[in-house]
Structures are given as structure tokens and as C-alpha cells.
């Protein structure tokens, strides 16, 4: 990621209705910026909805994708979330297929590492859940792809807020 390429992270309010979720990724798409993550959901109010979008851009095309958002009827509030301090998590699901018994201890101790909860077990089979950053994230999903021949992989995006103390993602 080079000439000042950067992964950026943007927080939207936006209306709760119909199309417009469509109307930001084609927004997106149309512009050809790539979407890394966009996580969707209602806030404490059920006419608003709170989008966490990720993308990798430099500067300018950063602060065009903003004046574009911002432009959007339906976009209550932009807020940068690429400088501040935030709280970020990610979900990740790992399900790992024909383990021995030895890969099954061997999840549980990395369960343990990574503070994930196994939510699901069978004969040959185990299924991890993550709650972590997306970097941590990316690390498991190298670590498990290098340590069992079969696994299934589901991520959500990231979901952030702004940090009450001082403390980053």
C-alpha cells in the first residue's frame, strides 16, 4: 500500500429505510472504490442506522468518498474514524473439519489464546467464535489455514465507536 494508500474507516448515521444501504455500496462501486467491510445495523433509534465502512484509499480519493457521503440525502452524519480513538471489533467464525483428537486439544489451547468461545462441537468437527480486531482476525485465519487441511471461514465487518477514554482499536 504505497503512495499513501492507507486502510481508512468511516462511521455513518444514516435513515432506516429501504434502498439505502443499496444506494452507499453503489455509490461505491460506481466510483470504483473498494468496499473492505461495511457492517450495517439499527441504532438506539429504529429510524437510524449505523454503517462501519473500511476501505483502502490515499488521501484525496478519501476525502471525495466523504463529500460524496455527506451529499447523500440519507446521510444523517460522517464521521472519520481513520485518526481517532475508537473501539473496533470484529466477529470471525473457524470451523475446523476432520480433526484428530490432537487437533481438537489443539484448538481448545488456541480457543484460549485468543479468548474465543467454542460454541459448537462433533465427532471430527469444532467451531470457534472470535470477537476481535481485524487484524487479530486475519492472524487466526493464517494460523488455522497453515495448522488444519479443512476449514470454513465467516467474518463479519468491524463495528466501532468512538473511545470514551484515550485507548485505540
Same mark, same amino acid.
Do not use: H
Given at each position: 500500500?504505497?503512495?499513501?494508500?492507507?486502510?481508512?474507516?468511516?462511521?455513518?448515521?444514516?435513515?432506516?429505510?429501504?434502498?439505502?444501504?443499496?444506494?452507499?455500496?453503489?455509490?461505491?462501486?460506481?466510483?470504483?472504490?473498494?468496499?473492505?467491510?461495511?457492517?450495517?445495523?439499527?441504532?438506539?433509534?429504529?429510524?437510524?442506522?449505523?454503517?462501519?465502512?473500511?476501505?483502502?484509499?490515499?488521501?484525496?480519493?478519501?476525502?471525495?468518498?466523504? /463529500?460524496?457521503?455527506?451529499?447523500?440525502? +440519507? =446521510?444523517?452524519?460522517?464521521?472519520?474514524?481513520?485518526?481517532?480513538?475508537?473501539? @473496533?471489533? #470484529?466477529?470471525?467464525?473457524?470451523?475446523?473439519?476432520?480433526?484428530?483428537?490432537?487437533?481438537?486439544?489443539?484448538?481448545?489451547?488456541?480457543?484460549?489464546?485468543?479468548?474465543?468461545?467454542?460454541?459448537?462441537?462433533?465427532?471430527?468437527?469444532?467451531?470457534?467464535?472470535?470477537?476481535?480486531?481485524?487484524?487479530?482476525?486475519?492472524?487466526?485465519?493464517?494460523?488455522? /489455514?497453515?495448522?488444519?487441511?479443512?476449514? +470454513? =471461514?465467516?467474518?463479519?465487518?468491524?463495528?466501532?465507536?468512538?473511545?470514551?477514554? @484515550?485507548? #485505540?482499536?
Amino acid at each position: 500500500m504505497s503512495n499513501g494508500m492507507k486502510k481508512r474507516w468511516i462511521s455513518l448515521y444514516v435513515e432506516n429505510q429501504v434502498g439505502v444501504l443499496s444506494k452507499i455500496s453503489g455509490l461505491f462501486s460506481g466510483k470504483s472504490y473498494n468496499l473492505d467491510s461495511l457492517t450495517v445495523g439499527t441504532t438506539e433509534d429504529p429510524t437510524i442506522s449505523r454503517m462501519t465502512i473500511a476501505t483502502v484509499s490515499d488521501d484525496e480519493t478519501f476525502e471525495q468518498i466523504k /463529500k460524496q457521503l455527506n451529499r447523500l440525502v +440519507e =446521510v444523517i452524519k460522517v464521521i472519520d474514524f481513520t485518526d481517532i480513538f475508537v473501539r @473496533m471489533k #470484529e466477529i470471525l467464525y473457524v470451523k475446523v473439519k476432520k480433526c484428530t483428537p490432537e487437533d481438537k486439544a489443539e484448538l481448545f489451547q488456541i480457543a484460549e489464546t485468543f479468548k474465543a468461545k467454542v460454541i459448537d462441537y462433533g465427532k471430527d468437527s469444532l467451531l470457534l467464535e472470535f470477537v476481535q480486531t481485524a487484524t487479530k482476525n486475519d492472524a487466526v485465519i493464517k494460523l488455522m /489455514k497453515e495448522e488444519f487441511q479443512s476449514i +470454513e =471461514v465467516v467474518r463479519g465487518g468491524s463495528v466501532g465507536i468512538e473511545s470514551i477514554s @484515550m485507548m #485505540e482499536r
